[in-house]
């Protein structure tokens, strides 16, 4: 059962309780009517209604970012609010089923004891939402940690393997004779994409432009390798800069071109690169190398292929849910196009 299911299904088993119980409660003292018993049923819908109303706004301005002082604070006024709110309510469906008793639900003592105990159902919702909230947000991060770990480690050994570290330092060597100044870039380039690996630490995200950066190093360096052979192309709109993306995603899917693409071609071939925005302010990060998919691959753990594409749609599903999308294809005969949609808001969970 995803959130949104459970989080339907506690409010109506919690509002529809609370109207078993005030009805049981009401038949204690005596027969009780069926438009008493609606009345009950009424409120809860109300309250349940309310009570959403105030999730709404929870999720809105994003209460779950406040510190501790202003959450109470805020949360102590909005349970006031619904209280108030709620009296009111009682008030208006009694005279909307015709049970309003003036002289007994207009008394201060039945007042007060009506808010205080709206107060207090309004409080146990409040504690029950936010457990909820935090135990849930608090696995989902204890699966994040995990992944972007494994992600970490995967990357590292990707980019500090033998081989890896055997072609940049070989490409590196070759262009100390002939171009010094060409090779100190070519250190720099190894240094700054050393550096952020490193430094990617377990950010859920980070800026486009950084890991922009750190993949026109990392192809910067397979040009001197491939030389002629790998050709590059960018089409990156401004927009796309003011978007976050997860750490080391469009590098993977490069490397991936790289490796599964253009280097098994004896002429070589192209790594273009565009990123652009869409209409409903989401990111559209597309990949598209020389090469062809004689099958689609697998995305489990342990990728046969050896196309390391589980770890992106992994991240991408526990960061956005199903508001992201992935998909690898054949364009043509010469060209593999590999697309990523990520959505442009604030990381949070339900």
Same mark, same amino acid.
């Given at each position: 059962?995803?959130?949104?299911?459970?989080?339907?299904?506690?409010?109506?088993?919690?509002?529809?309780?609370?109207?078993?119980?005030?009805?049981?409660?009401?038949?204690?003292?005596?027969?009780?009517?069926?438009?008493?018993?609606?009345?009950?049923?009424?409120?809860?819908?109300?309250?349940?209604?309310?009570?959403?109303?105030?999730?709404?706004?929870?999720? %809105?301005?994003?209460?779950?970012?406040?510190?501790?002082?202003?959450?109470?604070?805020?949360?102590?006024?909005?349970?006031?609010?619904?209280?108030?709110?709620?009296?009111?309510?009682?008030?208006?469906?009694?005279?909307?089923?015709?049970?309003?008793?003036?002289?007994?639900?207009?008394? !201060?003592?039945?007042?007060?004891?009506?808010?205080?105990?709206?107060?207090?159902?309004?409080?146990?919702?409040?504690?029950?939402?936010?457990? !909820?909230?935090?135990?849930?947000?608090?696995?989902?991060?204890?699966?994040?940690?995990?992944?972007?770990?494994?992600?970490?480690?995967?990357?590292?050994?990707?980019?500090?393997?033998?081989?890896?570290?055997?072609?940049?330092?070989?490409?590196?060597?070759?262009?100390?004779? %002939?171009?010094?100044?060409?090779?100190?870039?070519?250190?720099?380039?190894?240094?700054?994409?050393?550096?952020?690996?490193?430094?990617?630490?377990?950010?859920?995200?980070?800026?486009?432009?950084?890991?922009?950066?750190?993949?026109?190093?990392?192809?910067?360096?397979?040009?001197?390798?491939?030389?002629?052979?790998?050709? !590059?192309?960018?089409?990156?709109?401004?927009?796309?800069?003011?978007?976050?993306?997860?750490?080391?995603?469009?590098?993977?899917? !490069?490397?991936?071109?790289?490796?599964?693409?253009?280097?098994?071609?004896?002429?070589?071939?192209?790594? %273009?690169?565009?990123?652009?925005?869409?209409?409903?302010?989401?990111?559209?990060?597309?990949?598209?190398?020389?090469?062809?998919?004689?099958?689609?691959?697998?995305?489990?753990?342990?990728?046969?292929?050896?196309?390391?594409?589980?770890?992106?749609?992994?991240?991408?599903?526990?960061?956005?849910?199903?508001?992201?999308?992935?998909?690898?294809?054949?364009?043509?005969?010469?060209?593999?196009?590999? %697309?990523?949609?990520?959505?442009?808001?604030?990381?949070?969970?339900?």
């Amino acid at each position: 059962m995803n959130r949104i299911r459970l989080y339907w299904f506690l409010q109506i088993v919690g509002w529809g309780g609370f109207a078993l119980v005030t009805i049981a409660l009401a038949s204690l003292t005596g027969e009780i009517a069926s438009v008493q018993v609606w009345a009950f049923i009424v409120l809860a819908v109300t309250n349940l209604i309310s009570s959403h109303f105030l999730r709404h706004v929870v999720k %809105e301005y994003n209460w779950f970012k406040l510190s501790i002082p202003q959450l109470l604070f805020q949360s102590f006024l909005a349970i006031v609010a619904l209280s108030l709110a709620n009296f009111v309510a009682q008030i208006l469906i009694n005279i909307a089923f015709g049970i309003l008793n003036p002289a007994e639900d207009f008394k !201060v003592l039945v007042i007060l004891s009506n808010i205080f105990l709206a107060f207090l159902i309004f409080a146990l919702w409040f504690v029950i939402y936010f457990l !909820v909230h935090f135990l849930d947000n608090y696995n989902t991060t204890l699966k994040y940690e995990a992944k972007i770990n494994e992600i970490r480690l995967n990357h590292l050994k990707s980019q500090l393997n033998p081989h890896f570290i055997f072609n940049a330092l070989n490409s590196v060597r070759a262009l100390v004779d %002939e171009d010094p100044i060409k090779a100190k870039t070519a250190i720099t380039r190894i240094s700054n994409m050393l550096r952020f690996s490193l430094m990617m630490d377990k950010k859920q995200t980070i800026d486009f432009g950084d890991e922009l950066n750190t993949v026109k190093d990392y192809l910067e360096l397979e040009s001197i390798r491939f030389e002629e052979r790998l050709n !590059v192309v960018y089409h990156i709109e401004d927009e796309a800069f003011s978007y976050k993306i997860p750490p080391m995603m469009l590098q993977t899917i !490069v490397e991936n071109g790289i490796k599964h693409g253009v280097s098994n071609l004896v002429k070589g071939g192209t790594i %273009e690169i565009k990123c652009r925005e869409g209409l409903n302010d989401d990111l559209y990060i597309q990949v598209k190398n020389s090469g062809q998919l004689t099958h689609q691959p697998t995305l489990n753990a342990q990728d046969e292929q050896g196309h390391g594409l589980s770890n992106t749609v992994q991240r991408l599903k526990l960061i956005y849910g199903d508001k992201a999308s992935f998909r690898i294809f054949n364009s043509g005969i010469q060209f593999v196009i590999t %697309e990523i949609k990520i959505p442009k808001q604030k990381v949070t969970f339900e």
